[in-house]
């Protein structure tokens, strides 16, 4: 008993001293099972002690799958990867497949409408590949949107109808979140979205200076 | 409190501020030419600004890209105004700094004033969050129990956003400032 206690403990030390939270909770998990093993050969022990011990278990192990996970390389497709090293480079992998995942993926034919003038919008878009056409009355040429620009944002930001009609110029493929569940994913997620108000900053500066 | 959606009273547009040559200033022409986020700091050198400045310092290029200016005011003298501008690296074109010695702005914007805000519980603990950070708490180089603010003004002069702090480290969220910023100026783009 006294030898799996005392190697238990120093366990417990040298967790205290580990810089990285992966390792600690390694060594923790480690140092939980020798208090376990101390309990054991001691003949057992109190009740309330094996039950905190087990406590203590199970956050580790649970915390420590969750680092694991977390540390695993994220492999995005192509047209994500064009995201994270463009428009949303200041977001994290894990965290744009989050945002992405948090939407629905939509394709749209050559010359469908996206958008109408004047209809009710309550979902924003993102461009994920292909070409989408801005058709605004009166102005002098049609503006083309490629991708990670967004469809639909000033409706988005002001609750205003769309004031022009987005056709898909080429096959197009777009994430798209109604308004609720994306305002209330960037409420729950404060780094994605100061992420996607840069964006919408950078979108909005394009469309303030036509 | 200041109510949204409605002009700036007109003592707030009508004070003046020095910058820091001591040159005064209506704090009105900081609107006059587009919409700005104006924020009110305790006194210069204290911690819980300091940790302010710092947050804001990052979303002040992407504040201009849409044309909203930035604008800090604190209360001690222009000498110490000048000392604040370059310990904070706050001598760029997106922000401009001034000081309300009078505390005529900070009074027209009708917002708090506490001693408890100051050396209160919450306080001493956003103090030590600070100090944590980094952010040290200097002598006081202003009005010691004033508590800090953040507006947002349109060019119309219309309130837009009001943040009344309660206590040192209280400040608004600048994720609610920059949506402010952003539904105020798409609402301009669309004609709204």
Redesign the interface.
Known sequence: MTIAFHVSNALYLISYAVKDILWLRVVAVVANVMTFVAIWAGGGASVASFAWQTVFFVINVARLVQLIVERRPVRLSPELQRLADGAFRHLRPRELLRLVAAGEIRDHEAGERVIATGDRLDTLALVLAGTARVELAGAPAPVQLAHGAFLGELAYLTGKPPAADVVAATALRVVRWPHATLRAYLEANPDTRTAVQAVLAADLATKLRR | MLAVGQPVPAALADAEVLDTGGARHRVATRWADGDVVLVFVRHFACAGCAEHVAALRPRLG??A???VGVTIVGSGNPDQLAAFVDREQLARPEVACFTDPTLAAYRASELARSKWGTIGPRALGQLALARLAGFKNGAVEGDHDQQGGTLYVTRAGVLAYYHRAKSLGDRAP??DV??C???T????????
Request: glycine share 10%; hydrophobic share 70%.
């Open positions: 992407e504040l890209a849409i044309g600048l994720v920059v949506d910023a952003l539904a100026r798409a609402a301009e783009a669309v004609g709204a």
